[in-house]
C-alpha cells in the first residue's frame, strides 16, 4: 500500500510515496527526509506521524516559510494537553501547537482571535498568530511567530516591573462599552461563553460564575452538595460585590500567571497562551497571592507595585477579587480534580463571612 503526501526539501515541497503500515495510534511511516522515524511497527520506540502533519506543513509552506533549516524540535511543557513543536526554517521561525485528542478547532480559533488582539494593540509582546486549522486524521493545530525566551527571564524584578507597566497599558486600550468576545473560547480545556452584555456584573455572574458552578454540578453531583446548598447566598453575595462596582471595559489576557509570560532574546515582555475577552481589568490580577498550590510561581510585588503605579486600586479590589478567584478555583476543580474543592469552599465561606 503507498501514500502520497507532502514533505520538506532542501527547496520546495514535493510528492512523494512511501510505504506505510497502518497502526491503532495512527499511521507509521518509513520515512527518508528531515522526519526520523524507527522502521520497526512491532510496537517499540518508533516515532509515528499522522496524515494531519503534513496538513500542517503544507499551511507553513503557505505562509512562505522558505526552507527547513533543521528537525522540527518537540517543546515540551508540563501539564500541557497539546504538542508543541518549533519549525526553525530560513525566513523565520514558527511555534506549532497540535491537539491530536479531541476536535480542538474552537480552543484553537479562540487562541488565534485572542493573540490577534493583544498583537494588534502594539501594548505588549504577544506571538503574531499566523493560521489555524484541522487535522484531517482528528484534532486541530495553530501557527503562530516563534518567540525565543530568556531562561528564567521573568524572575528579575525589572521584568516584572516592565510587565506590570505593560498590562497597565494594555489595559487602557479602547475596547468598546460592551463585554464579551466576538466568539467562544477555552480557558484550558475548559469551554468559556463570551455572550456580549452591557453590564459587567451581568456578564460575569451569566458567563462566568454561574456557568462553573453548574459544570461543577453536573460533573461532581453529590460531592459537592455543601457547594450546592450555599449557592443561592453566594449568587446574591456576588451579585452584591459587583453590582454597586463601574468598570471600563478592557481587553484581558484571561490567563494571566508567570508561566505564560517570558522575556524574549530581544529584552520584551511578552504574553502568550490567552484566554481573551473584554472585561474588567482586575480580573487580570486574580492570582496575586494565589493559597492553593504551595510556590505557585507568582508575580512579586514588583509586578503588582507597577501596574497600580498607572492603575491605582479601586475601592473594593480585594473582594472581588476573592470573585475573580473562585471562579478560578472552580475552574481547576474541573480541570485538576477534588483537591480543589476545600479550596473552592474556603473561598465560598470566606466571601459570606465578609
Known amino acids: ?107 484553537f480559533a479562540g487562541e488565534f482571535e485572542g493573540l490577534q488582539k493583544l498583537h494588534l ?98 460533573a461532581l453531583g453529590e460531592t459537592v452538595t455543601e457547594l450546592q446548598s450555599k449557592e443561592g447566598m453566594l449568587l446574591k453575595r456576588v451579585e452584591g460585590i459587583l453590582g454597586s462596582y463601574t468598570c471600563k471595559p478592557c481587553l484581558l489576557h484571561g490567563d494571566l500567571w508567570m508561566g505564560n509570560t517570558g522575556l524574549t532574546s530581544e529584552g520584551e515582555v511578552a504574553m502568550f497562551d490567552p484566554a481573551t475577552f473584554i472585561g474588567d481589568a482586575e480580573f487580570d490580577l486574580a492570582f496575586q497571592e494565589w493559597a492553593p498550590v504551595p510556590g505557585f510561581p507568582g508575580f512579586s510585588d514588583a509586578f503588582y507595585d507597577s501596574y497600580h503605579a498607572v492603575l491605582p486600586r479601586a475601592p473594593g479590589f480585594l473582594d472581588r477579587r476573592k470573585v475573580y478567584q473562585l471562579f478560578h478555583l472552580l475552574n481547576h476543580l474541573l480541570i485538576y480534580g477534588l483537591e480543589y474543592y476545600k479550596h473552592v469552599l474556603a473561598m465560598v465561606d470566606s466571601l459570606l463571612l465578609d
Open 1 to 107: 500500500m503507498h501514500l502520497d503526501f507532502v514533505k520538506f526539501t532542501a527547496s520546495r515541497l514535493i510528492c512523494s510515496r512511501l510505504e506505510f503500515q497502518s497502526r491503532k495510534k495512527g499511521l507509521a511511516i518509513w520515512c527518508q527526509g528531515w522526519f526520523e522515524f524507527n522502521s520497526d511497527l512491532s510496537g517499540g520506540s518508533g516515532d509515528q506521524i499522522h496524515a494531519g502533519d503534513f496538513k500542517v506543513l503544507s499551511h507553513l509552506k503557505g505562509l512562505g516559510c522558505g526552507d527547513l533549516v533543521c528537525k522540527p524540535k518537540a517543546i515540551h511543557f508540563r501539564g500541557c494537553t497539546n504538542e508543541s513543536y518549533q519549525f526553525k526554517c530560513t525566513e523565520r521561525s514558527y511555534f506549532v501547537k497540535v491537539n491530536r485528542s479531541f476536535k480542538a478547532s474552537e480552543m
Open 121 to 218: 494593540t502594539q501594548a505588549i509582546r504577544a506571538p503574531q498568530p499566523l493560521g489555524f486549522g484541522d487535522l484531517p486524521d482528528c484534532g486541530s493545530y495553530i501557527i503562530m511567530e516563534h518567540l525565543q525566551f530568556r531562561p528564567f527571564g521573568m524572575m528579575q524584578k525589572k521584568s516584572q516591573e516592565a510587565l506590570g507597566r505593560s498590562l497597565a497599558v494594555l489595559h487602557q486600550y479602547d475596547v468598546g462599552d460592551l463585554f464579551g468576545f466576538s466568539l467562544d473560547t477555552r480557558l484550558g480545556v475548559m469551554p468559556l461563553e463570551n455572550r456580549w452584555a452591557s453590564s459587567w456584573a451581568e456578564f460575569f455572574l451569566e458567563s462566568r460564575l454561574k456557568d462553573r458552578l453548574k459544570r461543577v454540578h453536573v
